[in-house]
């Protein structure tokens, strides 16, 4: 992993301005940070998030806002769950983009309160999606989309199987992240991309895109992956990746 001055990994392209955001952005993940540090992490700092993250250093929830409208055409009534919603930012946009009927899963009750306040999901989950079941029933929704919630200590490989489960047959899963994390992170380096085909060979979803887009946040790239769920529920697979 390459280092640099300050000590932080995969600094490359963050200007100079932004380095005090970005350590602030590494605190929450840094190697080897569980979930729980992380969520904490989140409790400690949502009342900075959004100037932290402000739309100059972090586009992810405008880019996953676009692609839920891409793949949606006409109709703004469809069921969607933000996944680590955070303080509602990709909520105001898909609220922007006339989307109706938005609900909010989010494991920080700090970071969820601020979202609450912005009234932009119908319903709101204070909820972690790892590998148990979330309290959400089969086939709800007709997107998941997730801005932001992939990196260490976020959602895990096994994250992928409850997207399907909750996502009717049909539907789309949409994962906006930064590329850097597919080889930072340890949980998805030569793991979450295999993961991702062993699904699909297993039928359970099909890759619609993944593309790599530049400016995601503090100047570096991020990645883009939408897929299409093939069937009703999660059929358990057996992997060596969960
Ligand atoms: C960088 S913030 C992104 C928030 C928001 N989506 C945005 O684009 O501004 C990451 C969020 O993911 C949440 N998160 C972390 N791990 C998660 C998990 N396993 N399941 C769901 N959300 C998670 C964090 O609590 C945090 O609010």
Not at 139 to 166: F, K, Q, T
Not at 181 to 208: A, C, T
Request: with cysteine.
């Amino acid at each position: 992993m390459a280092k640099n001055l300050s000590g932080l990994p995969n600094q490359d392209g963050v200007p100079d301005t932004d380095m005090d955001a970005y350590k602030q952005d590494y605190e929450a993940h840094r190697a080897g940070i569980s979930t729980e540090e992380c969520i904490k992490y989140y409790n400690r700092t949502a009342e900075k998030y959004e100037q932290t993250f402000n739309p100059d250093r972090y586009q992810g929830y405008v880019m996953a806002a676009d692609m839920v409208k891409k793949y949606t055409k006409d109709d703004k009534s469809i069921k969607i769950l933000d996944i680590g919603a955070g303080t509602g930012l990709l909520g105001e946009q898909l609220k922007n983009r006339d989307f109706t009927d938005v609900d909010g899963l989010e494991p920080s009750s700090e970071m969820l309160k601020i979202a609450t306040e912005k009234g932009v999901y119908q319903q709101y989950y204070c909820d972690t999606l790892d590998g148990k079941n979330v309290k959400i029933p089969d086939d709800r929704y007709d997107v998941v989309v997730s801005s932001g919630a992939m990196g260490e200590g976020h959602i895990p490989c096994n994250g992928l199987c409850e997207m399907i489960r909750i996502v009717k047959q049909g539907g789309l899963a949409i994962i906006v992240m930064k590329e850097g994390y597919l080889e930072l992170v340890m949980e998805y380096k030569d793991r979450l991309e295999p993961f991702m085909e062993e699904l699909e060979k297993s039928g359970q979803w099909k890759q619609l895109e993944r593309t790599v887009v530049s400016n995601y946040s503090f100047g570096q790239n991020g990645l883009i992956f939408v897929y299409k769920v093939l069937q009703s529920g999660f059929k358990p697979i057996i992997s060596k990746f969960i």
